[in-house]
Protein backbone atom coordinates (compact mmCIF):
# COMPACT_ATOMS: atom_id res chain seq x y z
CA UNK A 1 0.00 0.00 0.00
CA UNK A 2 1.35 3.50 -0.75
CA UNK A 3 0.15 6.62 0.42
CA UNK A 4 0.64 10.66 0.14
CA UNK A 5 -1.33 13.58 1.34
CA UNK A 6 -1.68 16.65 -0.72
CA UNK A 7 -3.69 20.44 0.36
CA UNK A 8 -5.44 21.30 -2.41
CA UNK A 9 -4.09 24.41 -3.91
CA UNK A 10 -6.71 25.59 -6.80
CA UNK A 11 -9.21 28.19 -5.59
CA UNK A 12 -12.25 26.52 -6.32
CA UNK A 13 -11.14 23.70 -4.30
CA UNK A 14 -11.42 19.64 -6.35
CA UNK A 15 -13.71 20.76 -8.62
CA UNK A 16 -15.59 19.24 -11.61
CA UNK A 17 -12.81 19.22 -14.24
CA UNK A 18 -9.54 18.24 -12.02
CA UNK A 19 -12.06 16.07 -10.61
CA UNK A 20 -12.99 14.35 -13.89
CA UNK A 21 -9.44 14.41 -15.40
CA UNK A 22 -8.50 12.48 -12.09
CA UNK A 23 -11.38 9.97 -12.32
CA UNK A 24 -9.76 9.25 -15.95
CA UNK A 25 -6.15 9.02 -14.64
CA UNK A 26 -7.15 6.62 -11.60
CA UNK A 27 -8.78 4.33 -14.04
CA UNK A 28 -5.34 4.01 -15.61
CA UNK A 29 -4.16 2.05 -13.29
CA UNK A 30 -4.75 -1.35 -12.05
CA UNK A 31 -4.33 -0.65 -8.06
CA UNK A 32 -7.78 1.08 -6.10
CA UNK A 33 -6.96 4.71 -5.87
CA UNK A 34 -9.04 6.00 -2.73
CA UNK A 35 -9.22 10.02 -1.88
CA UNK A 36 -9.91 10.78 1.90
CA UNK A 37 -10.60 14.02 3.20
CA UNK A 38 -12.56 15.38 6.17
CA UNK A 39 -13.47 12.00 7.64
CA UNK A 40 -15.01 10.99 3.99
CA UNK A 41 -13.78 9.00 1.70
CA UNK A 42 -14.08 7.86 -1.96
CA UNK A 43 -12.77 5.96 -4.57
CA UNK A 44 -10.49 8.45 -7.30
CA UNK A 45 -12.24 6.74 -10.47
CA UNK A 46 -15.70 8.29 -9.43
CA UNK A 47 -16.31 11.70 -10.70
CA UNK A 48 -19.59 12.19 -8.77
CA UNK A 49 -18.50 10.69 -5.27
CA UNK A 50 -15.57 12.79 -5.07
CA UNK A 51 -17.25 16.20 -6.19
CA UNK A 52 -19.99 15.35 -3.23
CA UNK A 53 -16.78 15.23 -0.67
CA UNK A 54 -16.83 18.57 -1.18
CA UNK A 55 -13.18 19.01 -1.06
CA UNK A 56 -12.33 22.70 -0.39
CA UNK A 57 -9.23 25.22 -1.18
CA UNK A 58 -6.51 24.34 1.71
CA UNK A 59 -7.88 20.92 2.62
CA UNK A 60 -5.68 18.02 2.92
CA UNK A 61 -6.64 14.81 1.30
CA UNK A 62 -5.20 11.50 2.08
CA UNK A 63 -4.43 9.34 -0.78
CA UNK A 64 -4.12 5.55 -1.18
CA UNK A 65 -3.01 3.06 -3.92
CA UNK A 66 -3.12 -0.11 -3.64
CA UNK A 67 -2.67 -3.05 -6.13
CA UNK A 68 0.16 -4.56 -8.44
CA UNK A 69 1.08 -1.30 -9.84
CA UNK A 70 1.08 0.91 -6.86
CA UNK A 71 4.68 2.24 -7.19
CA UNK A 72 4.13 3.66 -10.15
CA UNK A 73 0.62 4.48 -9.92
CA UNK A 74 1.51 6.62 -6.70
CA UNK A 75 4.54 8.52 -8.44
CA UNK A 76 1.81 9.60 -11.80
CA UNK A 77 -0.66 10.54 -9.44
CA UNK A 78 1.32 12.70 -6.77
CA UNK A 79 2.50 14.39 -9.97
CA UNK A 80 -1.35 14.83 -11.32
CA UNK A 81 -1.97 16.75 -8.38
CA UNK A 82 0.64 19.04 -8.45
CA UNK A 83 0.22 19.82 -11.72
CA UNK A 84 -3.84 19.88 -11.73
CA UNK A 85 -4.71 20.88 -8.14
CA UNK B 1 -45.08 48.55 -19.04
CA UNK B 2 -43.82 46.18 -16.15
CA UNK B 3 -40.60 46.82 -14.69
CA UNK B 4 -38.49 43.60 -12.67
CA UNK B 5 -35.34 43.39 -10.84
CA UNK B 6 -33.40 40.78 -11.08
CA UNK B 7 -29.51 40.45 -10.66
CA UNK B 8 -27.11 40.80 -14.11
CA UNK B 9 -24.80 38.80 -15.23
CA UNK B 10 -23.65 40.73 -17.99
CA UNK B 11 -24.01 44.56 -17.97
CA UNK B 12 -25.46 45.21 -21.15
CA UNK B 13 -27.74 46.75 -23.06
CA UNK B 14 -31.04 44.53 -25.11
CA UNK B 15 -33.98 46.06 -26.88
CA UNK B 16 -36.32 43.38 -28.85
CA UNK B 17 -38.96 40.78 -28.74
CA UNK B 18 -39.12 38.31 -26.35
CA UNK B 19 -39.07 34.72 -27.20
CA UNK B 20 -40.40 32.43 -24.18
CA UNK B 21 -38.45 29.15 -24.00
CA UNK B 22 -41.19 26.56 -22.32
CA UNK B 23 -40.29 23.38 -21.11
CA UNK B 24 -41.76 20.45 -22.50
CA UNK B 25 -43.87 18.64 -19.99
CA UNK B 26 -40.73 16.57 -18.83
CA UNK B 27 -42.64 14.11 -16.70
CA UNK B 28 -41.39 10.91 -17.23
CA UNK B 29 -43.62 7.96 -16.62
CA UNK B 30 -42.85 5.10 -15.32
CA UNK B 31 -43.46 2.03 -17.19
CA UNK B 32 -42.62 -1.80 -16.08
CA UNK B 33 -40.33 -3.76 -17.95
CA UNK B 34 -40.22 -7.51 -18.82
CA UNK B 35 -36.79 -7.71 -20.86
CA UNK B 36 -34.80 -6.11 -18.90
CA UNK B 37 -31.54 -6.87 -20.74
CA UNK B 38 -32.99 -5.09 -23.65
CA UNK B 39 -34.09 -1.81 -21.73
CA UNK B 40 -30.22 -1.60 -20.80
CA UNK B 41 -29.16 -1.81 -24.29
CA UNK B 42 -31.79 1.02 -25.40
CA UNK B 43 -29.92 2.92 -22.40
CA UNK B 44 -26.37 2.05 -23.94
CA UNK B 45 -27.40 3.38 -27.50
CA UNK B 46 -28.97 6.46 -25.92
CA UNK B 47 -25.88 6.80 -23.67
CA UNK B 48 -23.59 6.86 -27.08
CA UNK B 49 -25.83 9.06 -28.59
CA UNK B 50 -25.59 11.80 -25.99
CA UNK B 51 -21.88 11.32 -25.68
CA UNK B 52 -21.56 11.89 -29.41
CA UNK B 53 -23.76 14.96 -28.96
CA UNK B 54 -21.78 16.50 -26.09
CA UNK B 55 -18.71 16.04 -27.71
CA UNK B 56 -20.43 18.07 -30.44
CA UNK B 57 -21.12 19.98 -28.38
CA UNK B 58 -17.73 20.78 -26.64
CA UNK B 59 -16.19 21.45 -30.42
CA UNK B 60 -18.97 24.17 -30.82
CA UNK B 61 -18.04 25.85 -27.60
CA UNK B 62 -14.23 25.77 -27.86
CA UNK B 63 -15.25 27.76 -31.21
CA UNK B 64 -17.30 29.94 -29.94
CA UNK B 65 -16.09 30.81 -25.94
CA UNK B 66 -12.80 28.79 -25.93
CA UNK B 67 -11.50 25.57 -23.98
CA UNK B 68 -11.87 26.68 -20.58
CA UNK B 69 -15.42 27.42 -20.97
CA UNK B 70 -15.91 24.74 -23.26
CA UNK B 71 -14.75 22.32 -20.77
CA UNK B 72 -17.83 21.82 -19.19
CA UNK B 73 -19.07 19.48 -21.74
CA UNK B 74 -15.91 17.04 -21.49
CA UNK B 75 -17.16 17.08 -17.46
CA UNK B 76 -20.70 16.32 -18.59
CA UNK B 77 -19.01 13.52 -20.37
CA UNK B 78 -17.10 12.43 -17.58
CA UNK B 79 -20.61 12.78 -15.28
CA UNK B 80 -22.65 10.43 -18.12
CA UNK B 81 -19.92 7.59 -17.70
CA UNK B 82 -19.61 7.95 -13.95
CA UNK B 83 -19.82 4.44 -12.28
CA UNK B 84 -22.44 5.18 -9.58
CA UNK B 85 -24.62 7.29 -11.59
CA UNK B 86 -24.08 4.81 -14.48
CA UNK B 87 -24.41 1.76 -11.65
CA UNK B 88 -27.71 3.57 -10.15
CA UNK B 89 -29.52 3.30 -13.51
CA UNK B 90 -28.58 0.01 -14.52
CA UNK B 91 -29.85 -1.72 -11.40
CA UNK B 92 -33.01 0.60 -11.19
CA UNK B 93 -33.73 -1.04 -14.59
CA UNK B 94 -33.09 -4.58 -13.41
CA UNK B 95 -33.91 -4.88 -10.08
CA UNK B 96 -37.35 -2.85 -10.26
CA UNK B 97 -38.04 -3.63 -13.74
CA UNK B 98 -38.79 -0.25 -14.99
CA UNK B 99 -38.20 1.47 -18.22
CA UNK B 100 -35.06 3.42 -19.16
CA UNK B 101 -36.13 6.56 -18.92
CA UNK B 102 -37.69 6.69 -15.47
CA UNK B 103 -34.50 5.07 -14.25
CA UNK B 104 -32.89 8.09 -15.63
CA UNK B 105 -34.79 10.47 -14.38
CA UNK B 106 -35.00 9.26 -10.87
CA UNK B 107 -31.43 8.93 -10.45
CA UNK B 108 -30.83 12.22 -12.17
CA UNK B 109 -32.97 13.99 -9.33
CA UNK B 110 -31.04 12.15 -6.65
CA UNK B 111 -27.60 13.26 -7.58
CA UNK B 112 -28.79 16.91 -8.24
CA UNK B 113 -30.04 16.26 -5.00
CA UNK B 114 -27.40 15.50 -3.45
CA UNK B 115 -25.07 18.19 -4.99
CA UNK B 116 -28.07 21.21 -4.33
CA UNK B 117 -27.59 20.56 -0.35
CA UNK B 118 -23.68 20.43 -0.44
CA UNK B 119 -22.49 24.19 1.48
CA UNK B 120 -20.48 25.34 -1.18
CA UNK B 121 -22.19 27.33 -3.69
CA UNK B 122 -19.90 26.26 -6.52
CA UNK B 123 -20.80 22.80 -6.05
CA UNK B 124 -24.96 23.49 -5.32
CA UNK B 125 -24.21 25.19 -9.03
CA UNK B 126 -23.60 21.63 -10.01
CA UNK B 127 -26.73 20.37 -9.56
CA UNK B 128 -27.98 22.05 -13.02
CA UNK B 129 -25.44 19.70 -14.36
CA UNK B 130 -26.38 16.66 -13.58
CA UNK B 131 -30.59 17.54 -14.15
CA UNK B 132 -28.65 18.66 -17.67
CA UNK B 133 -27.45 15.25 -19.31
CA UNK B 134 -29.94 13.08 -17.19
CA UNK B 135 -32.75 15.39 -19.15
CA UNK B 136 -30.48 15.15 -22.52
CA UNK B 137 -30.10 11.11 -21.53
CA UNK B 138 -33.91 11.05 -21.65
CA UNK B 139 -34.71 13.01 -24.82
CA UNK B 140 -32.07 10.65 -26.40
CA UNK B 141 -34.00 7.58 -25.07
CA UNK B 142 -38.00 8.67 -25.97
CA UNK B 143 -36.38 10.07 -29.22
CA UNK B 144 -37.76 13.74 -28.52
CA UNK B 145 -36.81 16.01 -30.62
CA UNK B 146 -34.87 19.25 -29.93
CA UNK B 147 -35.66 22.93 -30.66
CA UNK B 148 -35.54 24.39 -33.64
CA UNK B 149 -33.53 27.63 -33.62
CA UNK B 150 -33.50 27.99 -37.88
CA UNK B 151 -36.71 29.57 -37.90
CA UNK B 152 -36.22 31.95 -34.92
CA UNK B 153 -36.19 36.05 -34.74
CA UNK B 154 -33.86 37.50 -33.17
CA UNK B 155 -35.25 37.79 -29.58
CA UNK B 156 -34.95 38.07 -25.57
CA UNK B 157 -34.61 34.93 -24.82
CA UNK B 158 -36.81 33.99 -21.37
CA UNK B 159 -37.16 31.14 -19.58
CA UNK B 160 -37.07 29.55 -16.48
CA UNK B 161 -33.77 28.55 -16.31
CA UNK B 162 -31.03 27.54 -18.76
CA UNK B 163 -28.72 24.45 -18.95
CA UNK B 164 -25.30 24.77 -20.24
CA UNK B 165 -26.21 23.02 -23.21
CA UNK B 166 -28.83 24.91 -24.14
CA UNK B 167 -27.00 27.93 -23.82
CA UNK B 168 -24.31 26.89 -26.12
CA UNK B 169 -26.92 25.14 -28.63
CA UNK B 170 -28.67 28.28 -29.34
CA UNK B 171 -27.95 30.34 -32.32
CA UNK B 172 -25.60 33.54 -31.19
CA UNK B 173 -27.06 35.35 -33.72
CA UNK B 174 -30.53 35.12 -32.82
CA UNK B 175 -29.88 35.94 -29.23
CA UNK B 176 -30.29 39.62 -27.95
CA UNK B 177 -30.40 38.69 -24.26
CA UNK B 178 -31.01 36.05 -21.79
CA UNK B 179 -33.55 36.34 -19.17
CA UNK B 180 -34.33 33.44 -16.38
CA UNK B 181 -36.30 33.12 -13.23
CA UNK B 182 -33.65 31.30 -11.64
CA UNK B 183 -30.19 30.31 -11.65
CA UNK B 184 -27.07 31.66 -9.66
CA UNK B 185 -24.44 33.63 -11.11
CA UNK B 186 -21.75 30.84 -10.55
CA UNK B 187 -23.75 28.99 -13.02
CA UNK B 188 -22.03 27.93 -16.80
CA UNK B 189 -24.85 29.20 -18.17
CA UNK B 190 -24.24 33.31 -16.65
CA UNK B 191 -20.08 32.53 -17.11
CA UNK B 192 -21.16 31.40 -20.94
CA UNK B 193 -23.12 34.19 -20.93
CA UNK B 194 -20.45 36.78 -20.20
CA UNK B 195 -17.91 34.80 -22.30
CA UNK B 196 -20.13 35.57 -25.19
CA UNK B 197 -20.96 39.45 -24.19
CA UNK B 198 -24.85 38.76 -24.15
CA UNK B 199 -26.47 40.79 -21.58
CA UNK B 200 -28.08 38.33 -19.00
CA UNK B 201 -30.67 38.84 -16.29
CA UNK B 202 -31.43 35.97 -13.69
CA UNK B 203 -33.33 35.63 -10.70
CA UNK B 204 -36.38 38.04 -11.99
CA UNK B 205 -39.48 36.81 -10.65
CA UNK B 206 -41.58 36.78 -14.20
CA UNK B 207 -44.74 34.39 -14.65
CA UNK B 208 -43.83 33.11 -17.72
CA UNK B 209 -47.29 31.58 -18.31
CA UNK B 210 -48.36 35.35 -18.41
CA UNK B 211 -45.98 36.49 -20.99
CA UNK B 212 -46.94 36.54 -24.57
CA UNK B 213 -43.72 35.79 -27.49
CA UNK B 214 -43.06 39.06 -29.36
CA UNK B 215 -43.85 41.52 -26.60
CA UNK B 216 -41.38 44.39 -26.87
CA UNK B 217 -38.56 44.20 -23.96
CA UNK B 218 -35.84 45.83 -22.58
CA UNK B 219 -33.01 43.94 -20.58
CA UNK B 220 -30.94 47.03 -18.67
CA UNK B 221 -27.84 45.00 -17.39
CA UNK B 222 -26.45 47.72 -15.85
CA UNK B 223 -29.42 48.65 -13.06
CA UNK B 224 -30.40 44.61 -13.72
CA UNK B 225 -33.67 45.95 -14.58
CA UNK B 226 -36.37 44.12 -17.21
CA UNK B 227 -39.01 45.73 -18.46
CA UNK B 228 -41.92 44.42 -20.28
CA UNK B 229 -43.51 46.40 -23.12
CA UNK B 230 -41.42 49.83 -22.10
CA UNK B 231 -42.20 53.21 -22.52
CA UNK B 232 -41.42 55.52 -25.66
CA UNK B 233 -38.77 57.07 -23.20
CA UNK B 234 -37.65 53.69 -21.83
CA UNK B 235 -36.81 52.72 -25.33
CA UNK B 236 -34.64 55.98 -25.89
CA UNK B 237 -32.79 55.16 -23.21
CA UNK B 238 -31.78 52.23 -23.74
CA UNK B 239 -30.76 53.30 -27.55
CA UNK B 240 -28.46 55.74 -25.99
CA UNK B 241 -26.95 53.12 -23.51
CA UNK B 242 -26.50 50.78 -26.81
CA UNK B 243 -24.77 53.33 -28.44
CA UNK B 244 -22.20 54.18 -25.67
CA UNK B 245 -21.51 49.99 -25.30
CA UNK B 246 -20.99 50.48 -28.73
CA UNK B 247 -18.67 52.93 -28.70
CA UNK B 248 -16.53 51.64 -25.72
CA UNK B 249 -16.38 48.31 -27.34
CA UNK B 250 -14.47 49.66 -30.72
CA UNK B 251 -12.69 51.63 -27.90
CA UNK B 252 -11.71 48.47 -26.26
CA UNK B 253 -11.24 46.85 -29.59
CA UNK B 254 -8.74 49.35 -30.79
CA UNK B 255 -6.89 49.85 -27.55
CA UNK B 256 -6.98 47.38 -25.27
CA UNK B 257 -3.99 45.45 -25.06
CA UNK B 258 -1.77 48.88 -25.86
CA UNK B 259 0.56 51.27 -24.03
CA UNK B 260 0.14 54.46 -23.83
CA UNK B 261 2.24 56.48 -25.76
CA UNK B 262 2.13 59.78 -28.03
CA UNK B 263 3.07 59.64 -31.87
CA UNK B 264 6.60 60.89 -30.93
CA UNK B 265 7.32 58.24 -27.92
CA UNK B 266 6.10 60.21 -24.44
CA UNK B 267 4.94 57.34 -22.58
CA UNK B 268 2.60 58.20 -20.00
CA UNK B 269 0.96 55.76 -17.44
CA UNK B 270 -3.12 55.96 -17.66
CA UNK B 271 -3.80 54.32 -13.90
CA UNK B 272 -7.74 53.77 -12.76
CA UNK B 273 -8.71 54.89 -9.33
CA UNK B 274 -10.82 52.63 -7.29
CA UNK B 275 -12.90 52.62 -3.70
CA UNK B 276 -13.33 48.69 -3.11
CA UNK B 277 -11.39 45.50 -3.89
CA UNK B 278 -14.77 44.51 -5.97
CA UNK B 279 -13.43 47.53 -8.36
CA UNK B 280 -10.38 45.70 -9.28
CA UNK B 281 -12.64 43.76 -11.95
CA UNK B 282 -13.37 46.92 -13.21
CA UNK B 283 -9.85 48.07 -13.67
CA UNK B 284 -8.57 44.88 -15.13
CA UNK B 285 -11.93 45.02 -17.97
CA UNK B 286 -11.01 48.21 -18.83
CA UNK B 287 -7.38 47.63 -19.16
CA UNK B 288 -5.44 50.11 -16.62
CA UNK B 289 -1.99 49.81 -16.18
CA UNK B 290 -2.03 50.34 -12.68
CA UNK B 291 -4.24 51.38 -9.96
CA UNK B 292 -3.47 55.08 -9.43
CA UNK B 293 -5.75 55.98 -6.22
CA UNK B 294 -7.44 53.12 -4.28
CA UNK B 295 -8.78 55.20 -1.55
CA UNK B 296 -8.45 53.12 2.02
CA UNK B 297 -11.45 54.77 3.27
CA UNK B 298 -13.82 51.84 2.21
CA UNK B 299 -12.10 49.52 5.22
CA UNK B 300 -13.37 52.30 7.66
CA UNK B 301 -16.73 53.81 6.33
CA UNK B 302 -19.70 51.86 7.15
CA UNK B 303 -18.81 49.93 10.46
CA UNK B 304 -18.66 50.86 14.40
CA UNK B 305 -14.87 49.88 14.78
CA UNK B 306 -11.50 50.25 13.24
CA UNK B 307 -10.49 47.32 10.82
CA UNK B 308 -7.95 45.46 12.72
CA UNK B 309 -4.09 45.06 10.79
CA UNK B 310 -5.03 41.56 9.64
CA UNK B 311 -8.68 42.68 8.12
CA UNK B 312 -6.37 45.57 6.34
CA UNK B 313 -3.70 43.14 5.22
CA UNK B 314 -5.53 40.94 3.62
CA UNK B 315 -7.67 43.44 1.59
CA UNK B 316 -4.65 45.14 0.27
CA UNK B 317 -2.72 41.55 -0.15
CA UNK B 318 -5.83 40.55 -2.36
CA UNK B 319 -5.77 43.30 -4.85
CA UNK B 320 -1.99 43.58 -5.32
CA UNK B 321 -1.90 39.55 -6.02
CA UNK B 322 -5.51 40.50 -8.14
CA UNK B 323 -3.20 43.38 -10.31
CA UNK B 324 -0.29 40.58 -10.48
CA UNK B 325 2.65 42.73 -10.24
CA UNK B 326 0.82 46.12 -11.43
CA UNK B 327 1.70 48.99 -9.92
CA UNK B 328 -1.37 49.45 -6.68
CA UNK B 329 -0.82 53.15 -5.40
CA UNK B 330 -3.13 52.65 -1.71
CA UNK B 331 -3.87 55.97 -0.08
CA UNK B 332 -3.91 56.25 3.85
CA UNK B 333 -6.66 57.00 5.78
CA UNK B 334 -8.54 60.19 3.87
CA UNK B 335 -11.66 60.76 6.69
CA UNK B 336 -12.54 63.91 7.69
CA UNK B 337 -14.21 66.69 6.14
CA UNK B 338 -17.04 65.18 4.04
CA UNK B 339 -16.11 61.85 5.02
CA UNK B 340 -17.12 61.33 8.26
CA UNK B 341 -16.42 58.41 10.69
CA UNK B 342 -18.95 58.52 14.11
CA UNK B 343 -16.79 55.51 15.94
CA UNK B 344 -13.12 57.90 15.64
CA UNK B 345 -15.31 60.48 18.03
CA UNK B 346 -14.15 63.39 15.39
CA UNK B 347 -16.74 65.87 16.40
CA UNK B 348 -18.26 68.32 14.40
CA UNK B 349 -16.08 71.56 12.86
CA UNK B 350 -17.37 74.95 11.66
CA UNK B 351 -15.17 74.71 8.80
CA UNK B 352 -14.60 70.78 8.25
CA UNK B 353 -12.59 71.46 4.62
CA UNK B 354 -9.99 72.86 6.18
CA UNK B 355 -10.06 71.22 9.63
CA UNK B 356 -9.15 68.07 11.67
CA UNK B 357 -8.67 65.38 8.65
CA UNK B 358 -6.61 62.66 6.31
CA UNK B 359 -2.52 62.65 7.42
CA UNK B 360 -3.33 65.11 10.52
CA UNK B 361 -5.67 62.58 12.39
CA UNK B 362 -2.85 59.77 10.98
CA UNK B 363 0.17 62.34 12.57
CA UNK B 364 -1.89 62.92 15.78
CA UNK B 365 -3.33 59.16 16.45
CA UNK B 366 -0.43 57.32 15.21
CA UNK B 367 -2.25 54.30 16.69
CA UNK B 368 -4.22 54.33 13.60
CA UNK B 369 -1.65 55.23 11.45
CA UNK B 370 0.51 52.22 12.71
CA UNK B 371 -1.78 49.73 11.87
CA UNK B 372 -2.45 50.97 8.66
CA UNK B 373 1.08 51.08 7.89
CA UNK B 374 1.58 47.59 9.12
CA UNK B 375 -0.73 46.21 7.25
CA UNK B 376 0.79 48.15 4.25
CA UNK B 377 4.27 47.45 4.38
CA UNK B 378 2.98 43.61 5.20
CA UNK B 379 1.23 43.48 1.82
CA UNK B 380 4.04 44.91 0.19
CA UNK B 381 5.16 41.64 -0.31
CA UNK B 382 3.27 40.81 -2.73
CA UNK B 383 3.25 42.78 -5.62
CA UNK B 384 4.10 46.75 -6.68
CA UNK B 385 2.85 48.86 -3.97
CA UNK B 386 3.32 52.42 -3.44
CA UNK B 387 1.76 54.07 -0.48
CA UNK B 388 0.55 57.88 -0.82
CA UNK B 389 -0.32 60.17 1.73
CA UNK B 390 -2.84 62.70 1.86
CA UNK B 391 -3.07 66.38 2.67
CA UNK B 392 0.84 66.76 3.49
CA UNK B 393 1.45 70.22 3.54
CA UNK B 394 5.09 70.73 4.63
CA UNK B 395 8.36 68.71 5.23
CA UNK B 396 8.07 68.89 8.73
CA UNK B 397 5.04 66.68 8.09
CA UNK B 398 6.60 64.35 5.60
CA UNK B 399 9.59 63.61 8.66
CA UNK B 400 7.00 62.93 10.90
CA UNK B 401 5.47 60.39 8.37
CA UNK B 402 8.96 58.91 7.88
CA UNK B 403 9.91 58.55 11.38
CA UNK B 404 6.48 56.47 12.28
CA UNK B 405 7.22 54.20 8.69
CA UNK B 406 10.56 53.28 10.53
CA UNK B 407 9.13 52.72 14.03
CA UNK B 408 6.72 50.18 11.99
CA UNK B 409 9.39 48.96 10.36
CA UNK B 410 11.34 47.72 13.19
CA UNK B 411 8.50 46.41 15.16
CA UNK B 412 7.95 44.12 12.09
CA UNK B 413 11.96 43.19 12.03
CA UNK B 414 11.63 42.19 15.87
CA UNK B 415 8.36 40.25 15.17
CA UNK B 416 10.27 38.72 12.34
CA UNK B 417 7.46 39.51 10.33
CA UNK B 418 8.13 39.80 6.49
CA UNK B 419 7.59 43.31 5.16
CA UNK B 420 8.94 45.63 2.28
CA UNK B 421 9.36 49.38 2.47
CA UNK B 422 7.29 50.31 -0.76
CA UNK B 423 7.82 53.45 -3.06
CA UNK B 424 6.05 56.30 -0.81
CA UNK B 425 4.24 60.08 -2.42
CA UNK B 426 2.30 62.36 -1.39
CA UNK B 427 -1.14 63.82 -2.75
CA UNK B 428 -0.91 67.63 -3.80
CA UNK B 429 -4.03 69.54 -2.81
CA UNK B 430 -3.00 72.50 -1.38
CA UNK B 431 -1.55 75.94 -3.00
CA UNK B 432 1.11 75.42 0.05
CA UNK B 433 1.82 71.55 -1.30
CA UNK B 434 2.46 73.36 -4.63
CA UNK B 435 4.48 76.07 -3.08
CA UNK B 436 6.37 73.97 -1.65
CA UNK B 437 6.65 71.08 -4.54
CA UNK B 438 10.36 71.74 -4.58
CA UNK B 439 11.23 71.08 -0.96
CA UNK B 440 8.94 67.58 -0.90
CA UNK B 441 9.96 66.51 -3.62
CA UNK B 442 13.46 65.95 -2.42
CA UNK B 443 11.99 63.63 0.54
CA UNK B 444 9.40 61.34 -1.63
CA UNK B 445 9.15 58.98 -3.98
CA UNK B 446 6.45 60.91 -6.47
CA UNK B 447 3.83 63.02 -6.59
CA UNK B 448 0.12 62.81 -6.91
CA UNK B 449 -2.33 65.79 -7.47
CA UNK B 450 -5.98 65.81 -6.18
CA UNK B 451 -7.21 67.95 -8.15
CA UNK B 452 -11.02 68.29 -6.53
CA UNK B 453 -9.08 70.23 -3.41
CA UNK B 454 -6.38 71.89 -5.36
CA UNK B 455 -9.46 73.33 -7.09
CA UNK B 456 -11.61 73.96 -3.99
CA UNK B 457 -8.27 75.37 -2.31
CA UNK B 458 -6.70 78.00 -5.07
CA UNK B 459 -10.14 79.13 -5.85
CA UNK B 460 -11.59 79.19 -3.01
CA UNK B 461 -15.11 77.92 -4.27
CA UNK B 462 -16.85 75.26 -2.45
CA UNK B 463 -18.00 73.11 -5.78
CA UNK B 464 -21.23 72.21 -3.54
CA UNK B 465 -22.75 75.30 -3.85
CA UNK B 466 -24.86 76.06 -6.91
CA UNK B 467 -24.77 79.71 -6.17
CA UNK B 468 -21.33 79.73 -7.11
CA UNK B 469 -21.34 78.37 -10.54
CA UNK B 470 -20.67 81.01 -12.94
CA UNK B 471 -17.30 81.85 -10.56
CA UNK B 472 -16.35 77.85 -10.87
CA UNK B 473 -13.88 77.15 -13.87
CA UNK B 474 -12.51 73.74 -13.63
CA UNK B 475 -10.41 75.15 -16.44
CA UNK B 476 -9.22 77.86 -14.33
CA UNK B 477 -5.51 79.46 -15.56
CA UNK B 478 -4.32 79.63 -11.69
CA UNK B 479 -4.91 75.89 -11.36
CA UNK B 480 -3.59 75.04 -14.65
CA UNK B 481 -0.01 76.62 -13.18
CA UNK B 482 -0.51 74.87 -9.88
CA UNK B 483 0.01 71.46 -11.99
CA UNK B 484 2.68 73.12 -13.88
CA UNK B 485 4.60 74.22 -10.97
CA UNK B 486 4.10 70.79 -9.51
CA UNK B 487 5.45 68.99 -12.42
CA UNK B 488 8.75 71.54 -12.13
CA UNK B 489 9.46 70.99 -8.97
CA UNK B 490 9.11 67.28 -9.23
CA UNK B 491 11.16 67.08 -11.68
CA UNK B 492 13.79 69.15 -10.64
CA UNK B 493 14.72 66.12 -8.39
CA UNK B 494 13.89 63.21 -10.69
CA UNK B 495 10.39 62.46 -9.23
CA UNK B 496 7.15 60.97 -10.80
CA UNK B 497 3.76 63.51 -11.38
CA UNK B 498 0.43 62.07 -11.43
CA UNK B 499 -3.31 63.30 -11.28
CA UNK B 500 -5.55 61.49 -9.93
CA UNK B 501 -8.55 64.05 -9.47
CA UNK B 502 -11.24 64.31 -11.92
CA UNK B 503 -9.21 66.70 -13.99
CA UNK B 504 -7.37 63.93 -15.43
CA UNK B 505 -10.12 62.37 -16.60
CA UNK B 506 -10.88 66.03 -18.52
CA UNK B 507 -10.31 64.49 -22.16
CA UNK B 508 -10.10 68.09 -23.42
CA UNK B 509 -7.09 69.01 -21.14
CA UNK B 510 -4.93 65.41 -21.75
CA UNK B 511 -2.85 66.92 -24.68
CA UNK B 512 -2.00 70.43 -22.30
CA UNK B 513 -1.42 67.63 -19.21
CA UNK B 514 1.27 65.74 -21.11
CA UNK B 515 2.75 69.03 -22.72
CA UNK B 516 2.94 69.61 -19.49
CA UNK B 517 5.04 66.94 -18.29
CA UNK B 518 2.69 65.19 -16.11
CA UNK B 519 3.73 61.49 -16.31
CA UNK B 520 0.49 59.58 -14.90
CA UNK B 521 -2.92 59.92 -15.02
CA UNK B 522 -5.14 57.98 -12.91
CA UNK B 523 -9.08 58.15 -13.98
CA UNK B 524 -12.29 56.25 -13.38
CA UNK B 525 -11.85 52.34 -15.10
CA UNK B 526 -14.74 53.72 -17.30
CA UNK B 527 -12.59 56.20 -18.89
CA UNK B 528 -9.06 54.66 -19.21
CA UNK B 529 -9.21 53.99 -22.56
CA UNK B 530 -10.81 56.99 -23.65
CA UNK B 531 -7.58 58.39 -21.88
CA UNK B 532 -5.10 56.38 -23.51
CA UNK B 533 -7.35 56.84 -27.16
CA UNK B 534 -6.37 60.51 -26.53
CA UNK B 535 -2.86 59.77 -25.85
CA UNK B 536 -2.37 57.55 -28.83
CA UNK B 537 -3.59 60.19 -30.74
CA UNK B 538 -1.21 63.07 -29.70
CA UNK B 539 1.81 63.67 -31.20
Known sequence: MKQFSYIIKDEIGLHARPAGLLAKEAKKYQSTVTLSCKGKSAAASKLMAIMGMGVKHGDNVEVTIEGADEDTAAAELQKFFRENL | MEKYIGKSVYKGTAIGPVSVLKKKDSLVKRIHIDNTAEELKRLDAAKERTMTQLGQLYEKALQEVGEVNAAIFEVHQMMLEDDDYQDAIHSMIQNEEVNAEYAVAVTGDNFAEMFANMDDEYMQARSADVRDISNRLVRNLSGEEQIDWSTMEPSIIVADDLTPSETVQMDKSKILAFVTVHGSTNSHTAILARMMNIPALIGVPLELEK??????????????????????????????AQQTEQRLRSLLAEYKGRESVTKSGRKVNVYANIGSVSDVAYVLENDAEGIGLFRSEFLYLGRDSLPDETEQFNAYRQVLQMMAGKKVIIRTL?????????????????????????????????????????????????????????????????????????????????????????EQGIMIETPAAVMMSEELAEHVDFFSIGTNDLTQYTLAIDRQNNRLDRFYNPHHEAVLRMIQMTVDGA?????????CGELGADTTLTTRFVQMGIDELSVAPSMVLNVRSKICEME
Not at chain 2, 491 to 499: E, T
Open chain 2, 211 to 240: IHNGTRAIVDGREAVFYLDPEEEQIRQAEA
Open chain 2, 334 to 422: DIGADKNVDYLGLGKEDNPAMGYRAIRICLEQPEIFKTQLRALLRAAKYGTLAIMYPMVISVEEVLDIQKIVAEVAKELEEEKLPYAIP
Open chain 2, 491 to 499: HKHGKWVGI
